[in-house]
């Protein structure tokens, strides 16, 4: 039986990384203007940021059921099931959408609400590709991966809270009031919505609060693995390739011994996060 591994382009994998794993990667729409546009398809990072600073009226949006349905079946041609891996339900209502399309698949289609997002949702997917290769069904690695979903954790800061504000995720009010004091959220999510773990003034002391706060989640929440065991992430919204260099490098040199990767965050999450914005993330290494 052969299982095939979709999921969407918050995961961060694209192109020919995608056609190395053998996935398939579902675009996450961003609205400019009123206008549609597909992540990694018919829009570049560039652009999408010039958009965003310029003042345009950036939002995101989840996958039409159409677009869902149009690659389920192009993969069912050659495959005898399909484990999708959206987005998680706590941010995004694409699971529900999913799950509801899986319906009409007569048990083809099992949809995972493993409550991932950007560099976790990568790890879900790694993991699930992995589950797939030894012979599992769709059906067994959707109850692996929820039975995981709770076992990753992001630390997240942004350099301004004008996105929150435009998206309404923080008030005109609290916006002008924390960038006034130069207030810096440093936000966690376990699997849900995004809280306020701590504030912090400056941008450094709000980068080094993520890196501060992931140590702390390592040591207590993860103390029983071994670093071999862990996956460390490091993602952000950098315009600057030289900062998003150096932000992997201070991620890595507080986990010796760890390997880190650094994964953009997706034009979806960078909607509501803005331009530089920096995150770091743990969770079970694929196969643990």
């Not at 460390?232 to 919204?237: D, E, H, N, V």
Request: hydrophobic share 40%.
């Amino acid at each position: 039986m052969k299982t095939a591994v979709v999921t969407d382009s918050n995961s961060g994998i694209f192109g020919d990384e995608a056609r190395e794993l053998g996935i398939h990667v579902i675009p996450m729409p961003v609205i400019i203007d009123d206008h549609t546009y597909f992540e990694n398809e018919d829009i570049t990072q560039k652009e999408f940021f010039d958009a965003l600073i310029g003042n345009r009226k950036v939002t995101s949006s989840q996958p039409s059921p159409q677009s869902i349905m149009d690659v389920w079946e192009l993969v069912l041609d050659s495959a005898d099931e399909v484990i999708y891996i959206p987005m998680s339900s706590g941010l995004s209502g694409s699971y529900q959408t999913a799950a509801m399309l899986s319906e009409e698949y007569d048990g083809r289609v099992a949809v995972a609400d493993n409550h991932r997002i950007s560099v976790t949702l990568r790890q879900s997917v790694m993991q699930a590709c992995k589950l797939a290769d030894d012979g599992l069904s769709a059906d067994e690695i959707k109850t692996r991966l929820e039975e995981d979903a709770y076992k990753s954790c992001v630390f997240l800061t942004v350099e301004t809270l004008e996105y929150f504000k435009r998206t309404g995720r923080v008030t005109p009010a609290a916006a002008a009031l924390g960038n006034l004091l130069g207030i810096k959220p440093v936000l966690v999510t376990r699997g849900e919505k995004f809280d306020t773990y701590q504030k912090v003034r400056g941008v450094e002391k709000s980068r080094q609060g993520v890196i501060d706060a992931l140590k702390k989640e390592v040591e207590t929440a993860y103390a029983n693995y071994k670093p071999e065991e862990l996956s460390i992430y490091s993602a952000g919204s950098f315009l600057d390739p030289a900062d998003a260099e150096k932000w992997k490098n201070q991620v890595a040199e507080a986990f010796p011994g760890y390997h880190v990767q650094y994964d953009p965050l997706s034009l979806s999450i960078s909607c509501h996060t803005g331009p530089n914005a920096a995150g770091a993330a743990v969770a079970l290494a694929p196969g643990v």
